[in-house]
Structures are given as structure tokens and as C-alpha cells.
């Protein structure tokens, strides 16, 4: 992904949520913990 026009808000948000997802993905099913979800910043 190309972020050459991005601020740097926006390249913070979309590492918070690309963390979030590899956590989510980590989840036991069988006894969840779902991890916080990041803070809409744009």
C-alpha cells in the first residue's frame, strides 16, 4: 500500500488497526478475549 500522500495520523491509524487485525486473528475461540478496538481517528 502506498502511503507516499498519507499524514502521519493516518499512517498511525492504519497501523493501529493492521495490529488489531493480527489480533483478532489470534483469538481463541473457545474461550474469547477479544482485544480493544482502536480509536477512530479520522
Known sequence: MD???AT???KASL???RK???QV???DT???V???KPASSL
Do not use: Q, S, T
Open 3 to 5: 502511503l507516499d500522500g
Open 20 to 22: 488489531y487485525r493480527v
Open 34 to 36: 477479544w482485544p480493544e
Open 30 to 32: 473457545l474461550k474469547p
Open 8 to 10: 502521519d495520523k493516518e
Open 15 to 17: 497501523l493501529a488497526w
Open 25 to 27: 486473528n489470534r483469538v
